[in-house]
């Protein structure tokens, strides 16, 4: 489990990446880096704040001071000019972007000293991870010459066919930038709502998730992006062209970019991206891939990837391509505990991060790697499809990946979905030479092989050391669990492998009879214990004068009783039911002397 650190001012840079649709071969591909910013940037004059309940103005509305139902703020004294809650469908706080008059940093420290204010923070402006200009490609050989390379480094075909599983019945949301859903094999599962509508645009409040073009016709730097990274995923399986890694996976496509000017690349802001996270949970994602990122601590932010994942959803998150690692400054929402960070390979040499990748030597908040040089997806451009490069293109493989596992494990929760990513990768791979010489780190990289792999290994149960609980295989029971006890999962836990504990008590109690059922992936009963407490002869984890009378009966009348009440009569571990047993017993029921748990 990766451990974030939380902090309380904004950190570095927004990651500023462009990608221009450009026509132009292959082999004339050239790299373009963007210098590092030195500071996030935000939307200016609008600020996110979080509250316990409803917002109230209280220099404009008649309200009744006091009631605790309701923030108050002075909007006039605090000189705000207007609020807007934002759909995060969350029953536990409300979440508002307010538009201010003065310094925004200033603001927000101001604010969170009211009452009722959870956070206020700026409304951040956050990238798309695309690190070169994508390239359009005319080939008729595309998949074979462009693709089948990091396919095969993460033995995607292979698992469609040892698996037969492709993403089939899996929700993948992508939130970027604008999707031309009849560009050559885009995806054709798409998600559809209740009015036809196959995604949403949270910065324009609409249905419309197209990209944006110029006044002109043509098309904005890095417009191509999300039609890009939904291609990674889900391109049209038709038999020509290119192919998506998880192509029966269903996308909901989802927009929260803005454009500022005519020659700015599109970007997002805190809020939209807020509610983009909050509309695909509500809408039944199981997937979402996040290929933007920034530089900056943002709470709103984790409180939706936070939410996402408490409702069973993966969320996929792009690590950045400033070459730079996570002891100077940490990508978000990539770092988050609850997201998976995607670091990205090279092509040239397959055994290293990218000369562009962010990366983590401390192995905290980044978690797999998977290649983003060259990746071959969709473009905008009417008859093309193109290549771009970065931790963007890296990030929807490993979503594919996740729709892929979760396709074939249906009752895999979150957690083991997270667990199997981070433990699955076999291939180890070194830092860049030329960015990180000194990084002497192995980056896992990911195989979709390996990951479905995983998620086969039957489970095992690990007995905590601190405990004496032991386990009989032979006979199938578990014993040495303290008296009293009402946690099983401090005595017994799931190692080695995936799957659940079901805990199903006796007719009396928690206690002795009590079963323990290992469940694997697929929801199959792979074995079954049943609990011993010794002494407790009647199931109720309490050793009292009914226990002992029942030993007695058990001395005189054997055929009459189960097995592991046999088992748990003989408190003196001689291997039968007698006067000892009932004495010790009886006197573990008046307190005068105990029974030993452990055998």
């Known amino acids: 489990m990766k451990i974030k650190n939380i902090f309380n001012i904004i950190l570095c840079c927004v990651l500023i990446v462009t990608s221009l649709p450009v026509s132009i071969s292959a082999e004339e591909l050239t790299v373009i880096e963007t210098p590092l910013q030195t500071a996030a940037e935000y939307v200016p004059g609008e600020i996110v704040i979080s509250t316990e309940d409803e917002l109230i103005d209280s220099s404009s509305t008649f309200v009744t001071f006091g009631d605790a139902d309701h923030t108050f703020i002075n909007f006039e004294e605090e000189k705000i000019t207007d609020s807007e809650e934002l759909n995060t469908y969350s029953t536990d706080e409300k979440t508002y972007v307010l538009e201010v008059e003065g310094d925004v940093l200033e603001k927000c420290k101001e604010l969170e000293k009211l009452p009722g204010i959870k956070y206020a923070e700026p409304n951040i402006v956050f990238n798309t991870m695309g690190f070169t200009m994508p390239r359009e490609i005319t080939s008729s050989s595309l998949y074979l010459t462009h693709m089948k390379w990091y396919f095969d480094l993460m033995k995607i075909p292979e698992t469609w066919q040892d698996f037969e599983s492709t993403g089939e019945g899996i929700v993948v949301a992508v939130i970027d930038n604008g999707f031309k859903i009849n560009a050559t094999d885009f995806p054709k599962n798409l998600w559809t709502d209740a009015n036809g509508n196959h995604g949403w645009n949270t910065y324009k409040n609409s249905s419309d998730i197209s990209p944006i073009y110029k006044k002109d016709g043509t098309a904005f730097d890095n417009s191509d992006h999300g039609t890009h990274v939904a291609g990674v995923i889900g391109a049209n399986a038709n038999g020509s062209n290119i192919i ?24 997002f802001s805190l809020d939209d991206l807020v509610e983009a996270i909050d509309y695909a949970r509500i809408n039944g994602a199981d997937v979402i891939n996040l290929s933007v990122g920034a530089h900056a601590v943002a709470n709103s932010l984790e409180d939706s990837v936070n939410r996402a994942y408490e409702a069973g959803i993966a969320v996929i998150a792009a690590a950045g391509n400033e070459a730079t690692s996570t002891t100077v400054s940490k ?32 192995g905290l908040y980044y978690d797999v790697v998977a290649p983003g040089y060259q990746i071959l997806s969709c473009s905008i451009e009417s008859g093309k499809v193109a290549y771009g490069s970065g931790t963007s293109q890296a990030c ?88 009293g006890f009402t946690d099983i999962g401090k005595y017994i836990t799931i190692t080695e492998g995936t799957g659940t504990i079901e805990y199903i008590p006796s007719e009396c109690g928690i206690g002795t009879g009590s079963t323990l059922n290992i469940y694997n992936i697929y929801g199959e009963l792979y074995e079954s214990y049943e609990i011993i407490v010794f002494g407790d002869i009647n199931g109720d984890a309490t050793v009292d004068g009914q226990d002992a009378v029942i030993v007695s009966c058990i001395m005189n009348f054997p055929d009459k009783f189960t097995e592991p009440q046999k088992f748990a009569s003989d408190v003196d571990f001689d291997g039968i039911v007698t006067d000892n047993d009932y004495n010790i017993t009886a006197n573990a029921a008046l307190l005068l002397d105990f029974v030993f748990q452990n055998k």
């Open 244 to 267: 998506g890694a998880a192509y029966n996976a269903e996308l909901m496509l989802i927009n929260a970019a803005h454009y500022n000017s005519e020659t700015t690349a599109p970007n």
């Open 396 to 483: 929807p493989l490993v979503a594919a990946c996740a729709a892929i596992y979760l396709s074939e494990y249906p009752d895999a929760t979150v957690s083991d979905l997270y667990t199997d990513i981070r433990n699955s990768p076999t291939s180890l791979i070194k830092a860049n030479s030329s960015t990180a010489p000194n990084d002497t780190t192995k980056y896992k990289l990911l195989s979709a092989y390996n990951l479905l792999l995983n998620g086969k290994i039957e489970p095992q149960i690990k007995l905590n050391l601190n405990t004496d609980v032991t386990c009989d295989p032979t006979l199938n029971y578990i014993w040495g669990l303290d008296e």
């Open 331 to 362: 990508v978000i929402p990539a770092s988050y505990e609850n997201a998976i960070g995607v670091m990205a390979s090279d092509k040239t040499d397959v055994n290293q991060l990218a000369s562009f990748s962010n990366y983590d030597p401390s």
